[in-house]
């Protein structure tokens, strides 16, 4: 089937504004993880679920960005009170099976959101 | 923060030349991988090697990794216009991680027809 997506491919918020991000990761995927990058950057890892549940976030530069995955397939990433800052390409990717199995985690990435705070 | 850092930052040869791309980690891993990103795109996985692998091929794409160095090589033969994009090598921590990526800064790879 298709790809990972993710909506809106742009978005521009003014600072302050609440934001929110989808994800759709591959069907049957289990792994999900969100990552953020920035200009002429490599992407940086933010936060990773495995099905549902949200197994580390330590990725996440403050609280206000909340990442959840209510039924273990879409994952919406809010980022709240939204600052110059934030203002990067957000990336989400999908793999079929948890980390560390079988010692493959090929990723499959969607598009990124491009996020900018003015 | 970033695992690493790839070399040269950027580079811009000809069509046909080949291009050879380094990446630098620093911790222990179970496995590398090199991803490519267009411009305004998202990444796509190129190819993987593990640990215990000193080479690997795939059609025109060659890695290497020296864990001893803790560094891989990338070399694409026979460059086309259509490889210019952005290259980053990732690795997963080895032990304790939950499996996300470290990405290094990437090689902004130019091939002119």
């Known amino acids: 089937g298709a790809g990972v997506s993710q909506s809106p491919r742009y978005k521009v918020a003014k600072r302050g504004q609440d934001v929110a991000l989808r994800c759709d990761p591959i069907?049957?995927?289990?792994?999900l993880f969100w990552y953020q990058q920035a200009l002429g950057q490599g992407p940086e890892f933010l936060t990773y679920f495995q099905n549902e549940a949200q197994l580390d976030k330590s990725g996440l530069p403050s609280d206000r960005f909340f990442a959840e995955r209510p039924e273990g397939s879409v994952s919406t990433l809010k980022i709240q009170r939204t600052q110059q800052e934030d203002s990067a390409v957000y990336l989400c990717?999908?793999?079929?099976?948890?980390?560390?199995?079988?010692?493959?985690?090929?990723?499959?990435f969607g598009p990124g959101t491009r996020l900018t705070v003015l | 923060s970033q695992q690493g850092e790839e070399d040269p930052q950027a580079l811009s040869i000809q069509e046909g030349e080949n291009a050879t791309m380094n990446c630098s980690y620093k911790t222990s891993i179970n496995n590398l991988q090199w991803y490519r990103q267009n411009s305004g795109r998202g990444l796509v996985h190129l190819i993987l090697?593990?640990?215990?692998?000193r080479e690997k091929h795939s059609g025109r794409l060659r890695v290497t990794l020296d864990t001893s160095k803790k560094s891989s090589s990338l070399l694409i033969t026979a460059s086309r216009a259509a490889d210019t994009a952005s290259y980053f090598c990732a690795t997963d921590g080895y032990g304790g991680s939950q499996g996300n990526l470290i990405f290094g800064k990437g090689t902004k790879l130019s091939v002119k027809p």
């Open positions: 069907s049957g995927h289990v792994s």
């Open positions: 990717a999908s793999s079929l099976v948890p980390p560390g199995l079988a010692g493959i985690n090929e990723q499959f």
């Open positions: 090697i593990r640990s215990n692998e």
